[in-house]
């Protein structure tokens, strides 16, 4: 029932006139927008969606230019060997299993793996435990620009998430601009902790580095 109801005010919307960066879809219960979460029948895509206090919200509208700039992302990210060896692909899973969370559903995610006997937190953006950081990239029709912002969680002495900061868009521009993300603080290791090789490969160290203008240009091909 509640899939349906949720599907009917889908329906509802007119897309070609639509031009809100948020649009309201309708209200819900929590349990109810599990429900969605959860299953086969979506009318459009969780992973675009987000519960909010009540109301079922379209956060962002998909396009080619977004899955092509995810999809050139992770090619990337994953393309040095050494990185899918030490790091888990995880996908888009919807953490809908913590009772504080409104069941957020990211493009990718990556974790790593137990070869490098890293201490995993418990499974499960900021308030999930163990989430590191959180990369966020908007891109413009055809691909004809983007800006990110990358945020680093924070916790304190009772492991507790302090407010993420509010981060100005930085524009991804060439011909490199560069994210980088500290090579222990990925694997969940501590600061200089010995990171054993695997299959004769060495993680990089101290930092992984990203090139967000290379996505871009891969994605424009």
């Given at each position: 029932m509640a899939v349906a109801r949720i599907n009917r005010g889908l329906d509802a919307i007119d897309f070609?006139?639509?031009?809100?960066?948020?649009?309201?879809?309708?209200?819900?219960?929590?349990?109810?927008?599990?429900?969605?979460?959860?299953?086969?029948?979506?009318?459009?895509?969780?992973?675009?969606?987000?519960?909010?206090?009540?109301?079922?919200?379209?956060?962002?509208?998909?396009?080619?230019?977004?899955?092509?700039?995810?999809?050139?992302?992770?090619?990337?990210?994953?393309?040095p060997p050494a990185f899918v060896r030490y790091m888990a692909l995880n996908g888009s899973p919807v953490v809908s299993n913590y009772p504080e969370l409104p069941g957020f559903q990211a493009d990718n995610s990556y974790g790593p793996r137990r070869v490098v006997g890293t201490p995993l937190p418990r499974s499960g953006w900021a308030r999930i435990p163990g989430v590191r950081f959180i990369l966020c990239v908007a891109v413009t029709d055809d691909l004809a620009s983007a800006e990110y912002k990358l945020y680093t969680v924070q916790r304190d002495a009772q492991d507790r998430v302090r407010q993420l900061p509010h981060l100005?868009?930085?524009?991804?521009?060439?011909?490199?601009?560069?994210?980088?993300?500290?090579?222990?603080?990925?694997?969940?290791?501590?600061?200089?902790?010995?990171?054993?090789?695997?299959?004769?490969?060495?993680?990089?160290?101290?930092?992984?580095?990203?090139?967000?203008?290379?996505?871009?240009?891969?994605?424009?091909?």
């Open positions: 070609d006139c639509e031009r809100s960066a948020i649009i309201p879809v309708c209200s819900a219960t929590m349990d109810e927008w599990r429900e969605y979460l959860n299953s086969d029948d979506q009318g459009f895509k969780s992973k675009f969606m987000e519960w909010v206090e009540g109301t079922v919200y379209i956060v962002a509208i998909p396009s080619q230019e977004h899955q092509r700039f995810a999809h050139s992302f992770e090619y990337v990210l994953a393309r100005n868009p930085v524009p991804v521009v060439g011909p490199h601009t560069v994210v980088t993300f500290d090579s222990w603080e990925l694997l969940g290791l501590p600061p200089g902790a010995n990171i054993p090789p695997i299959e004769n490969t060495q993680f990089p160290v101290p930092t992984v580095d990203v090139d967000l203008f290379e996505a871009l240009q891969l994605a424009r091909e």
